[in-house]
């Protein structure tokens, strides 16, 4: 089990316990985590799974990928640390990874 | 627009998988069908979602991908030879007497059907809306999520935003007749067909149009009628000339026309039986992802069954005095020869 924090928009921090090798996205719908549309279901076809990850954390979770960084352009302010996160695989090295939700994901 | 008339036995209402497929088993029965969808080309979901992955749950086919399996199922249907009204969402049915229902889209096509299948999937397929403060006061002016006209940007001033196939074609197609286009994107690498992006580049060199990388963060105008637009960059904020918005963010499903049918609903889901997958009307079925009852996958596999299921019912509703026969399409010649392989 690897925590996980979503903070809302609003402010609101949801703290959960994740299995390894599931996604951030399945986090959030499996726990009602709101915010975090993920109409394609993960796969990486939608960009209504947009997070932005805390900036600590940019380094450790390592690039996304091509296809990613395409879909991303489909996803409404992005920054910098904005990621899809059915694309970000959990695993003991995120262990308190946080991460932000958009005011809106669409 | 000229209204359109159109009369036949079965209008389908969603040109996803399962909407195809009831095309079939509709056709084995020899009801004629008219599907009608939002987006411009069949599939639904595994069109617009999923074309290029493998789904390995369809029985029989080891691993198909979402745009081979519409493709196999518009070879399947091809037979019974489905009318396709596509780009057009279905906004009302009417209820015209004790046979007929009344239908119409938003293009102004009306159908007179027996029977209507719903198979929305997950609704209606419309563009993103970008979440920037105060859109909605100039979507009604200056907003333009999908184009029907492109006459109307005669020498307008347009901002296109987005990186995609959809916003590189329409800065292409709307570059002669505009007075400027204003290409906006929040990088410098675009995902389009190599050709239309090799295009774009020259006309962005050439300074025919002007390309900012960066992000709509607010719009300004009086009116309801947009003047200008803030552009958020690395540089900081620049703010740009113009008379309307073309964003192309993609395409999200939404619900839709469909909750206003007077349909009982479960959480945006139609309450069908599981017998015939009828609505609470009727004549009007629900199929596929759109249906809900104790149980209910959503899989096309699922969606396929209840297509043959419903099918029967609909036979009763288009032929009320004929005797329905089961058969087989392997053995009966009565099959064969619709399917134009006897
Ligand atoms: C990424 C992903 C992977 C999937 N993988 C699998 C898998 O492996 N196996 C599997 O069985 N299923 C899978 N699914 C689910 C499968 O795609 C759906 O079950 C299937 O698409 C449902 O088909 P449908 O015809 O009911 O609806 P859809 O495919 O959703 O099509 C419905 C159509 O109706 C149109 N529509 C709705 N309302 C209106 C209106 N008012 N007017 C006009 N048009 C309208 C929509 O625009 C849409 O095109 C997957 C889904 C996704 C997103
Ligand atoms: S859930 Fe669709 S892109 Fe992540």
Not at chain 2, 301 to 310: K, P, R, S, T
Request: some cysteine; hydrophobic content about 40%.
């Amino acid at each position: 089990m690897t925590k996980i924090n979503f903070i809302e928009f609003s402010g609101a921090e949801h703290s959960i316990d994740v299995d390894n090798g599931n996604t951030v996205m399945e986090a959030a719908i499996q726990n009602n985590v709101p915010g975090i549309d993920a109409d394609c279901g993960g796969a990486c076809a939608c960009a209504t799974c947009h997070v932005y990850v805390d900036k600590d954390w940019v380094g450790k979770i390592g690039e996304a990928e091509e296809m990613e960084k395409d879909m991303l352009d489909f996803a409404f302010d992005v920054e910098e640390n904005s990621r899809l996160s059915c694309q970000i695989k959990v695993s003991e090295e995120l262990d308190g990874l946080t991460v932000r939700l958009p005011e809106k994901q669409f | 627009m000229e209204k359109e008339l159109f009369e036949t036995d079965v209008v389908i209402i969603g040109a996803g998988p399962v909407g195809l497929f009831s095309v079939f088993e509709l056709g084995l029965l020899d009801m004629k069908c008219h599907v009608i969808d939002i987006l411009d080309k069949p599939g639904g979901q595994c069109a617009e979602l999923y074309p290029e992955k493998p789904i390995y749950d369809i029985p029989g086919m080891p691993s198909v991908l979402g745009s081979e399996l519409v493709d196999l199922l518009m070879k399947q249907i091809a037979p019974f030879n489905p009318t396709f009204h596509f780009s057009s969402m279905v906004q009302e049915i009417t209820k015209l007497d004790n046979v007929f229902w009344e239908i119409k889209t938003d293009h102004n096509e009306v159908f007179k059907a027996k029977v209507v299948v719903i198979a929305g999937g997950g609704g209606s397929f419309l563009p993103k809306k970008p979440p920037i403060k105060e859109i909605e006061n100039f979507e009604s002016n200056s907003v333009f999520y999908s184009i029907k006209n492109k006459e109307i940007f005669r020498d307008k001033e347009l901002a296109i935003v987005g990186g995609g196939d959809s916003a590189l074609d329409w800065v292409m197609n709307l570059e002669e007749i505009a007075k400027k286009i204003t290409l906006i994107h929040r990088r410098d690498q675009f995902r389009a067909a190599p050709d239309t992006v090799k295009k774009i580049f020259s006309l962005i060199e050439s300074k025919k149009i002007d390309f900012i990388m960066g992000q709509v963060s607010k719009l300004s105008g009086e009116g309801g009628i947009l003047e200008s637009l803030t552009c958020k960059t690395t540089e900081g904020d620049i703010e740009v000339g113009c008379d309307s918005l073309l964003p192309f963010f993609g395409l999200t499903m939404k619900l839709g026309p469909i909750a206003n049918w007077g349909l009982n609903l479960d959480e945006n889901l139609i309450m069908v039986d599981t017998e015939k997958f009828e609505t609470n009307e009727k004549g009007i079925f629900a199929i596929g992802d759109i249906n809900t009852y104790p149980g209910k996958l959503k899989l096309i596999l699922c969606g396929f069954h209840e297509a043959a299921l419903m099918s029967q019912q609909a036979f009763r509703y288009v032929y009320p005095d004929e005797k329905l026969t089961f058969q087989y399409t392997t053995s009966s010649s009565n099959l064969k020869k619709k399917l134009g392989v006897s």
